[in-house]
């Protein structure tokens, strides 16, 4: 069974910077893509970003684009997410997930097989 386990998340100001991280374990990943997801108070769950773990292609949401880097470690089969020039409407719960998906890149949640628990981001202004 797959396991994801996000930490890093917390509280930061407006212009700063945090780095998510996601530990997963398991299985093997070599066939998945990995992804990261966001959902704040009285919103959908949101596509943020996502990598190959083959080949480490990665695709982004337009809303974080050239602020969020998303990143591996084959070595430690973890996931991360550095986020900077955070601002308040980045504030939200952060979910990594894992899918056996045929396609790249993969933006709808109910095509992620695995998920972990989930990680406060809160920005403040």
């Known amino acids: 069974q797959v396991q994801l386990v996000e930490s890093g998340g917390g509280l930061m100001q407006a212009g700063g910077s945090l780095r998510l991280s996601c530990a997963a374990s398991?299985?093997?990943?070599?066939?998945?893509?990995m992804g990261w997801f966001r959902q704040a108070p009285g919103k959908e769950r949101e596509f943020v970003a996502t990598?190959?773990?083959?080949?480490?292609?990665?695709y982004y949401a337009d809303s974080v684009k050239g602020r969020f880097t998303i990143s591996k470690d084959n070595a430690k089969n973890t996931l991360y997410l550095q986020m900077d020039s955070l601002k308040p409407e980045d504030t939200a719960v952060y979910y990594c997930?894992?899918?056996?998906?045929?396609?790249?890149?993969?933006?709808?949640?109910?095509?992620?097989?695995?998920w972990g628990q989930g990680t406060q981001v809160t920005v403040s202004s």
């Open positions: 398991g299985r093997t990943f070599s066939s998945y893509a």
């Open positions: 997930a894992a899918t056996r998906g045929r396609t790249f890149p993969t933006l709808r949640p109910r095509e992620y097989d695995y």
């Open positions: 990598i190959r773990w083959s080949d480490s292609s990665t």
